[in-house]
C-alpha cells in the first residue's frame, strides 16, 4: 500500500484511464471496508448494549444532534470540489485546506459555547460536560478533510479502507473498555473521540502532503460556489432528517428517543455500510464520465443494480423478522424499538436506491439544483415527523415512511431532468 506523495497528488490524466478497473478495485475496497466496519459495528452494538442503556444512548443522541449539525458545515462541500473537479492545483487545494481548518476550528469553538443551552433545552445538567467534550472532534479531524479528498480523488480506496477500519477498532475497543469501567455515557463519548485522533493520524501517515500558505486568486471561487451549495443541502438536510430526534427528545424523553435512534441507526447501518461504499467509488468514476453520456447510464445502471439487489431482500427480511432482529442483537429490554424498526424497513426498499438521485446531480455539476431539491424534502420530511409526533415513536417512523414514498417520483422526475 502506497502513500500519496510528490507530484502525483496534482496528476490528473490518469483519472480516466482503465475506469473500469478502477472502479472495480475500488468498489471491492470501500464494500470490503463497509462489511469489516458492520461486522465489528455490530458485534460492538451488541457488546455495549448489554453494558450501556437506552437512557445512555438518548443522552447522547441528544448532543449529536448538535454535534452532527455543526460538523456538516466542517466540511463546507469542498472536499467533494476536490474530487469532483477536472484539473487541480497546490494553491488550490492549499487553500481549500487553510478554509477547512478555520471553519473547524470555528465551530468547534461554538459547539463549546453553546454546551450548557444543549443542557438547559433538554433538561439534562450532564449534557454540559458530553458537549463540551465532543466540540474536541472538531479540531482533531479538521486538518485531514483535504488529504481525505486527495485520496479519494485518486482512488485510494484500499488504503482509505484500512484507516477506515483501524481506527473504528479502536473506536470500540475504548468504548468497551470504558464501559466495563462504569463510565456509563463516557464510554460512547471516549470512543468517538479516540476514532476521531486514529483516523487523523492514519491518514496524515498515508497522505503526508504537506499545504502551502492561502492564496488569493488560486482559482477557487467556483469550487467555493460549489462547496457551498453543497453545505447549503445538508443544512436543509440535516433538519429534514434529524426533526424527529429532536422532537422525539423534547417531547417523548431520553428513554424513547435512545429506541428509537437505536432502532434507525441499526437500520441504516447495514444500508449506509452498501450504498456509502459504491457510492463513493462511483462519484470520481461518473465525474469523469458526465461528457460520455452512453458510458455514463451504462455505469449508472449498474450501480442501481448493485445497490437494489443487496439492500431490497435485506429489507424485506428485517419487517418480517423485526422483533427477532432486535431480540438477538440487542436484548430483551431493546423490544420497544421492534415496531419502529420493521416500520423503516418499509421506506428501505426504496431508500437506498432512492439517495442515488443526488450523486446524478452532483457528478454533473447541477449543485444548485442539488440544493432546491433538498429544501423541498426538508419541508416534507419535518412536517410529516410533526405529524407523526402525537403517535408516539412508532407514528414518527409510520409517517416518514409515507413521506420517502411520496417524494419518490417526484425526486426521480426533478433530479433526472437533464442529466
Not at 472536499?79 to 478554509?99: K, P
Not at 474536541?136 to 480523488?153: C, K, P
Request: proline share 3%.
Amino acid at each position: 500500500m502506497r502513500r500519496l506523495t510528490g507530484d502525483a497528488i496534482f496528476e490528473s490524466g490518469h483519472l480516466s484511464q482503465d475506469l473500469a478497473g478502477k472502479s472495480a478495485r475500488g468498489g471491492m475496497a470501500t464494500v470490503s471496508d463497509q462489511a469489516v466496519q458492520y461486522v465489528l459495528s455490530l458485534a460492538g452494538t451488541t457488546v455495549l448494549a448489554r453494558l450501556l442503556t437506552p437512557n445512555d444512548y438518548g443522552l447522547i443522541g441528544m448532543v449529536m444532534l448538535v454535534v452532527h449539525f455543526a460538523a456538516m458545515f466542517k466540511d463546507a462541500g469542498l472536499s467533494m470540489a476536490t474530487v469532483q473537479r477536472e484539473q487541480i492545483s497546490h494553491e488550490q487545494i492549499s487553500t481549500l485546506f487553510w478554509v477547512n481548518v478555520l471553519i473547524s476550528a470555528f465551530l468547534g469553538l461554538c459547539v463549546l459555547a453553546a454546551s450548557p443551552l444543549v443542557a438547559w433545552f433538554f433538561g439534562r445538567p450532564e449534557l454540559t460536560a458530553v458537549t463540551a467534550a465532543f466540540s474536541v472532534s472538531f479540531l482533531i479531524s479538521g486538518i485531514t478533510i483535504q488529504h481525505n479528498a486527495l485520496l479519494r480523488r485518486h482512488m485510494r480506496f484500499g488504503t482509505m479502507a484500512v484507516i477506515h477500519i483501524a481506527s473504528y477498532v479502536v473506536n470500540l475497543i475504548v468504548a468497551i473498555l470504558f464501559a466495563l469501567a462504569g463510565w456509563r455515557y463516557w464510554a460512547l463519548v471516549g470512543g468517538t473521540l479516540a476514532m476521531s485522533l486514529s483516523g487523523t493520524l492514519l491518514t496524515l501517515l498515508f497522505c503526508p502532503w504537506m499545504p502551502g500558505r492561502m492564496k488569493r486568486g488560486a482559482g477557487v471561487r467556483d469550487m467555493l460556489r460549489f462547496g457551498g451549495h453543497l453545505t447549503g443541502f445538508s443544512f436543509v438536510n440535516y433538519f429534514g432528517r434529524n426533526a424527529d430526534n429532536v422532537l422525539i427528545g423534547r417531547f417523548l424523553g431520553a428513554d424513547s428517543l435512545g429506541c428509537y435512534a437505536k432502532a434507525y441507526h441499526l437500520f441504516m447501518m447495514p444500508i449506509y455500510q452498501i450504498r456509502e461504499p459504491v457510492s463513493q467509488a462511483a462519484m470520481p468514476v461518473l465525474s469523469s464520465l458526465r461528457n460520455q453520456p452512453e458510458r455514463y447510464v451504462k455505469y449508472y445502471q449498474r450501480l442501481l443494480d448493485i445497490i437494489a439487489c443487496l439492500t431490497i431482500p435485506m429489507a424485506m427480511y428485517c419487517m418480517v423478522e423485526a422483533d427477532y432482529v432486535i431480540r438477538l442483537l440487542l436484548g430483551p429490554k431493546w423490544l420497544g424499538a421492534a415496531a419502529v424498526f420493521r416500520i423503516l424497513a418499509i421506506a428501505g426498499l426504496i431508500q437506498p436506491c432512492f439517495s442515488t438521485a443526488g450523486l446524478v446531480q452532483i457528478t454533473h455539476g447541477h449543485s444548485k439544483r442539488f440544493l432546491y431539491w433538498g429544501v423541498v424534502g426538508a419541508f416534507v420530511y419535518i412536517a410529516a415527523f410533526a405529524c407523526g409526533i402525537p403517535f408516539g415513536i412508532e407514528g414518527v417512523a409510520a409517517f416518514y415512511a409515507i413521506a420517502k414514498y411520496v417524494m419518490f417520483v417526484p425526486t426521480l422526475l426533478y433530479c433526472f431532468h437533464n442529466t
